[in-house]
């Protein structure tokens, strides 16, 4: 391959990059392409994932577990390369994987290091040359292609695909660069904010005295003083604040909240499912059945020991009471603590932290049958770039293999 040209640069090789390069020179061998990346060791972000496990996808998918654009976009790109297909592909790159709880879908080896290392390998033995170190400056449009400016030096490429991610995680080369190639192309950039971060709590007594105690909790989001938004699953508290699958889920919507001018606010439901009524019935019954029983005795057969300790500090209540003889107030503070304990969030850890960018290129602007821009001719988007971001669970991976495959599909038959 001539390295000054091609007919295919991609820019970016993470996740989405890398295959893209590879269904592009599958599909059609015909087309030479070029991998550039910034880091010396691209994928980086693929070996922390998934706790250095990588979770690359999920059993079930659909538009509902992502955030961002409209969904009627997001489920037309998702039904071009379903997870059933994903795995597949990977079992074909040596890469079985297995399913635990949630859906999740990992690697048999919990090894995310044997993910990356297949896409490399496939990628090498496809036949698309990986530039590491290769920084893009700047893409100015040319005759029928484009001349990208890189500190290699010039590149002409027919066509670009855009695949630089976010800002989540800069230390991987996630540093917005690509978000201001697209916006110098013409692109709408929808606001961003971290997503799938942990967040920053001021109440330091509680977290302090509570580092390390994970539980099942329920998440409520408050805006305009209304609840928009219910989650639940597990919660861990750490000594800045709290973190786990359902604060990293709740997050982005915290954050976006903030973003858009309003006044949000987290209250932690610590008998998830149960509202203050149902509660109320319950602990009357536990007055007759448990009536020597300990505040601290039945609140631990509720949640950890810990935090069972934490909440009657807060409420000055002594924990040896035995359950009968609680007052009516105590006891109504109490289930009104339970189900609605106020959470004080001051932030999130910041992009440093996050998994995944909310906010990108706007998806309307992009054609979800190809990945083509609707702003520029023989211009992709694909992976974190796009304003789509998913819960946790493989969604965000889902979303890098799919968005891939249907622009190397769309290239391939230019």
């Not at 309003?262 to 319950?282: D, H, Y």
């Not at 992709?380 to 799919?402: A, C, H, K, P």
Request: proline share 5%; net charge positive.
């Amino acid at each position: 391959m001539n390295i000054e040209h091609c007919d295919v640069a991609i820019v970016g090789a993470g996740a989405a990059g890398l295959a893209t390069a590879v269904f592009t020179r599958r599909l059609n061998p015909a087309r030479s392409v070029l991998l550039l990346d910034s880091a010396a060791r691209p994928g980086a972000k693929i070996l922390v994932s998934g706790g250095s496990r990588c979770n690359v996808t999920n059993a079930v998918v659909a538009e509902r577990d992502f955030n961002g654009g409209k969904p009627t976009i997001i489920r037309r790109v998702l039904k071009a390369f379903p997870p059933q297909e994903v795995v597949a592909w990977f079992a074909s790159l040596g890469v079985p994987v297995h399913q635990e709880a949630g859906g999740k879908l990992f690697p048999d080896s919990n090894r995310s290091r044997d993910v990356l290392n297949a896409l490399l390998e496939e990628v090498r033995a496809a036949g698309a040359l990986l530039l590491p170190s290769t920084r893009v400056d700047d893409v100015m449009i040319a005759d029928e292609g484009f001349t990208l400016q890189t500190t290699r030096g010039l590149v002409r490429a027919g066509v670009i695909v855009m695949a630089t991610g976010g800002l989540s995680l800069p230390k991987t080369g996630s540093d917005g660069n690509g978000l201001e190639l697209a916006r110098r192309l013409g692109h709408t950039i929808v606001p961003t904010t971290p997503a799938l971060v942990p967040l920053v709590d001021d109440d330091t007594t509680t977290h302090h005295a509570l580092t390390g105690v994970s539980q099942d909790a329920e998440l409520a989001l408050w805006i305009d003083g209304a609840i928009a938004r219910r989650m639940t699953g597990s919660l861990l508290w750490t000594h800045f604040g709290t973190s786990g699958p359902v604060v990293l889920d709740m997050s982005r919507h915290w954050l976006r909240a903030h973003l858009d001018g309003r006044t949000p606010r987290i209250t932690l439901n610590l008998a998830p499912g149960q509202s203050f009524e149902s509660l109320e019935g319950q602990w009357r019954d536990w007055t007759m059945s448990k009536r020597r029983s300990s505040l601290q005795g039945v609140l631990g057969g509720m949640m950890p020991a810990a935090v069972a300790e934490r909440v009657l500090q807060r409420l000055s209540l002594d924990p040896a009471i035995p359950l009968a003889t609680l007052s009516r107030i105590d006891r109504r503070r109490l289930l009104h603590a339970l189900v609605e304990w106020p959470m004080r969030i001051t932030d999130s850890r910041g992009y440093n932290y996050a998994e995944v960018t909310a906010g990108g290129v706007a998806l309307d602007e992009i054609n979800p049958g190809t990945m083509e821009s609707r702003r520029c001719s023989r211009l992709y988007f694909v992976g974190e770039m796009l304003d789509v971001d998913g819960r946790i669970g493989g969604f965000n991976f889902q979303w890098s293999w799919t968005s891939a495959r249907v622009a190397a599909t769309a290239i391939s038959k230019r």
